[in-house]
């Protein structure tokens, strides 16, 4: 765990883990431009990725699973566990856990499973994954497993088993606003919601808005 923490912390060499690692403290987000290769190893990570994994990430995550459940987390801007901002690449991850948010924001709030804004690479990953989500303001909120804001690719990556519940929020399976390109996923999260304000929120299985590619 130490060792994890203080790659993260240096944020731009290499690093292999060859064991599984249990979090038992907070994690501290921070920017990552080197790469961590899990080894198919598991992360552990019970309720401390409260505030995500990583706040800038630009470089790459590969072979790494991520084992976190996660109650009643209050947000007020944009979340995802694995990276609030992706410019790099996460291939062959997968993040499972079970999740609560409450959303005390009067702006705009994307809500992630991997990337809040994905402007990189997301490549044979997945979700085995639940969450509830509720709105308390009158902003927009936005639930997806992979991305909030696609402006990159997401490819060969799928949701498994699980089910978005929600109060006022948006949701997709995969991303909520697509800019970029989806292509190859699937999803098999079931979309359940309710709104106690005067607004209909929107659900989709793939993306709620499509400003880009969606194929296969």
């Not at 390109?181 to 919601?193: A, K, L, T, Y």
């Amino acid at each position: 765990e130490s060792e994890l923490k203080k790659a993260a912390k240096k944020g731009i060499r290499c690093y292999v883990l060859e064991n599984d690692i249990t979090l038992t403290g907070d994690w501290i987000a921070k920017d990552f431009k080197g790469a961590i290769y899990g080894a198919g190893h598991t992360l552990f990570a019970g309720g401390y990725l409260s505030g995500g994994m990583f706040e800038n990430l630009s470089g790459v995550i590969q072979d790494l699973v991520i084992d976190t459940d996660m109650d009643k987390i209050t947000i007020s801007q944009n979340y995802a566990i694995l990276a609030k901002n992706s410019t790099g690449i996460i291939k062959n991850c997968m993040i499972s856990g079970d999740f609560e948010f409450e959303s005390y924001s009067d702006e705009e709030v994307y809500v992630a499973v991997f990337a809040a804004t994905n402007s990189g690479e997301i490549s044979n990953c997945t979700a085995k994954v639940s969450a509830k989500i509720n709105n308390n303001r009158s902003s927009n909120v936005f639930l997806s497993a992979f991305a909030g804001v696609n402006n990159g690719v997401i490819v060969d990556s799928k949701t498994l088993s699980g089910k978005f519940e929600a109060d006022t929020v948006d949701m997709a399976g995969i991303a909520t606003l697509n800019n970029g390109v989806i292509s190859d996923c699937e999803n098999n999260i079931s979309v359940s919601q309710t709104s106690s304000k005067e607004w209909h929120p929107n659900s989709a299985g793939v993306c709620v808005t499509n400003y880009g590619t969606v194929e296969n």
